[in-house]
Protein backbone atom coordinates (compact mmCIF):
# COMPACT_ATOMS: atom_id res chain seq x y z
CA UNK A 1 0.00 0.00 0.00
CA UNK A 2 1.25 3.36 -0.49
CA UNK A 3 2.11 5.33 2.05
CA UNK A 4 -0.40 8.37 0.57
CA UNK A 5 -3.44 5.60 0.53
CA UNK A 6 -2.74 4.20 4.09
CA UNK A 7 -5.04 6.15 6.89
CA UNK A 8 -1.99 6.69 9.38
CA UNK A 9 -4.59 8.90 11.82
CA UNK A 10 -5.31 7.53 15.51
CA UNK A 11 -8.89 6.29 16.23
CA UNK A 12 -9.28 9.83 18.13
CA UNK A 13 -8.13 11.98 14.75
CA UNK A 14 -4.54 13.00 14.55
CA UNK A 15 -1.38 11.45 13.19
CA UNK A 16 0.33 9.03 16.07
CA UNK A 17 3.02 11.01 17.41
CA UNK A 18 6.22 8.70 18.51
CA UNK A 19 8.87 10.30 20.91
CA UNK A 20 11.95 8.67 20.31
CA UNK A 21 15.19 9.26 22.85
CA UNK A 22 18.54 7.62 23.45
CA UNK A 23 19.29 8.80 26.99
CA UNK A 24 22.60 10.08 28.75
CA UNK A 25 25.79 9.59 26.40
CA UNK A 26 24.62 6.60 24.80
CA UNK A 27 25.83 7.24 21.33
CA UNK A 28 25.18 4.29 19.67
CA UNK A 29 22.03 5.52 17.41
CA UNK A 30 22.37 4.47 14.37
CA UNK A 31 19.78 1.67 14.99
CA UNK A 32 17.34 4.67 16.29
CA UNK A 33 18.07 6.37 13.69
CA UNK A 34 16.95 3.77 11.30
CA UNK A 35 13.44 3.08 13.34
CA UNK A 36 13.03 7.27 13.29
CA UNK A 37 12.81 6.92 9.47
CA UNK A 38 10.63 4.03 9.07
CA UNK A 39 8.01 5.23 11.66
CA UNK A 40 8.27 8.67 9.63
CA UNK A 41 7.75 6.42 6.02
CA UNK A 42 4.89 5.12 8.09
CA UNK A 43 3.45 8.27 8.38
CA UNK A 44 3.64 9.06 12.35
CA UNK A 45 4.80 12.30 13.65
CA UNK A 46 8.41 11.71 14.97
CA UNK A 47 9.97 13.82 17.44
CA UNK A 48 13.81 12.19 17.68
CA UNK A 49 16.29 13.60 20.85
CA UNK A 50 19.85 12.18 21.76
CA UNK A 51 21.12 12.54 25.01
CA UNK A 52 18.15 13.43 27.13
CA UNK A 53 17.91 12.45 31.14
CA UNK A 54 14.79 10.64 31.89
CA UNK A 55 13.10 13.46 33.68
CA UNK A 56 14.17 15.59 29.93
CA UNK A 57 12.32 12.72 28.30
CA UNK A 58 9.02 13.06 30.57
CA UNK A 59 9.21 16.58 30.30
CA UNK A 60 9.19 16.25 26.07
CA UNK A 61 6.70 13.77 26.05
CA UNK A 62 3.97 16.43 28.04
CA UNK A 63 5.04 19.30 25.50
CA UNK A 64 4.61 16.86 22.25
CA UNK A 65 1.81 14.97 23.50
CA UNK A 66 2.72 12.23 22.40
CA UNK A 67 0.93 8.63 22.51
CA UNK A 68 4.39 6.43 22.20
CA UNK A 69 7.87 6.82 23.53
CA UNK A 70 10.45 4.81 22.49
CA UNK A 71 13.37 4.45 24.39
CA UNK A 72 16.93 2.97 22.84
CA UNK A 73 19.72 1.81 25.15
CA UNK A 74 22.34 0.25 24.10
CA UNK A 75 25.29 1.06 26.52
CA UNK A 76 23.81 -0.56 29.65
CA UNK A 77 22.21 1.78 32.55
CA UNK A 78 19.06 0.63 30.67
CA UNK A 79 17.10 -0.09 34.02
CA UNK A 80 17.44 3.30 36.08
CA UNK A 81 16.62 5.43 32.74
CA UNK A 82 13.48 3.08 32.46
CA UNK A 83 12.28 3.39 36.15
CA UNK A 84 13.07 6.95 36.37
CA UNK A 85 10.80 7.44 33.10
CA UNK A 86 8.28 5.53 34.31
CA UNK A 87 7.81 7.54 37.86
CA UNK A 88 8.23 10.87 36.07
CA UNK A 89 5.12 9.86 33.44
CA UNK A 90 3.05 8.65 36.31
CA UNK A 91 3.94 12.08 38.02
CA UNK A 92 2.76 13.87 35.47
CA UNK A 93 -0.47 11.70 34.64
CA UNK A 94 0.95 10.20 31.55
CA UNK A 95 1.42 6.56 32.65
CA UNK A 96 -1.02 5.26 29.83
CA UNK A 97 1.79 6.52 27.36
CA UNK A 98 2.98 3.52 25.75
CA UNK A 99 6.44 3.06 26.09
CA UNK A 100 8.57 0.64 24.61
CA UNK A 101 12.00 -0.12 24.04
CA UNK A 102 15.31 -0.63 22.10
CA UNK A 103 18.40 -1.54 21.98
CA UNK A 104 20.43 -3.91 23.84
CA UNK A 105 18.48 -5.20 26.95
CA UNK A 106 18.84 -8.92 28.70
CA UNK A 107 16.15 -11.16 28.81
CA UNK A 108 15.81 -11.13 32.31
CA UNK A 109 16.09 -7.36 32.44
CA UNK A 110 13.08 -7.39 29.55
CA UNK A 111 11.14 -9.59 31.89
CA UNK A 112 11.25 -6.73 34.58
CA UNK A 113 11.06 -3.88 32.41
CA UNK A 114 7.48 -5.45 31.08
CA UNK A 115 6.24 -6.05 34.51
CA UNK A 116 6.85 -2.29 35.43
CA UNK A 117 4.69 -1.55 32.32
CA UNK A 118 7.02 -1.37 29.14
CA UNK A 119 5.07 -2.74 26.52
CA UNK A 120 7.71 -4.36 24.24
CA UNK A 121 11.43 -4.29 23.74
CA UNK A 122 12.62 -4.29 20.17
CA UNK A 123 16.34 -6.00 20.47
CA UNK A 124 18.79 -7.50 18.01
CA UNK A 125 16.65 -9.34 15.31
CA UNK A 126 13.85 -6.90 15.41
CA UNK A 127 12.50 -4.94 13.01
CA UNK A 128 10.94 -1.52 13.13
CA UNK A 129 8.45 -3.38 11.01
CA UNK A 130 7.11 -5.33 14.20
CA UNK A 131 7.06 -2.24 16.31
CA UNK A 132 4.67 -0.61 13.42
CA UNK A 133 2.95 -2.74 13.36
CA UNK A 134 2.13 -3.11 17.19
CA UNK A 135 1.62 1.01 17.29
CA UNK A 136 -0.84 0.69 14.43
CA UNK A 137 -2.68 -2.18 15.63
CA UNK A 138 -2.79 -0.19 19.80
CA UNK A 139 -3.55 3.06 17.90
CA UNK A 140 -5.16 2.95 14.35
CA UNK A 141 -6.85 -0.04 14.73
CA UNK A 142 -8.47 -1.63 11.35
CA UNK A 143 -8.05 1.00 9.20
CA UNK A 144 -4.17 0.91 9.07
CA UNK A 145 -5.19 -2.41 7.16
Same mark, same amino acid.
Given at each position: ?7 ? &?????? !? ?6 ? $? ?15 ? !? *? ?6 F????? $?? &?????A ?6 V ?9 ? =????? *? ?9 ? +??? =?L ?6 ? $?? +? ?8 ? !????G????? *? *? ?10 ? &????
Amino acid at each position: MNIDQKNT &ETTTGG !RVRVLLAK $PTHDCHDRGVRLVARKF !R *DAGFEVIFFNFLL $PQ &EIVNTAVEESVHVIGISVSSGGH =MPIFE *DAIAGLKDVGM +DGV =MLIGGGIIP $PK +DEATLKEWGV !RAIFGPGTTA *D *DAIAMIEETFIG &EAAV
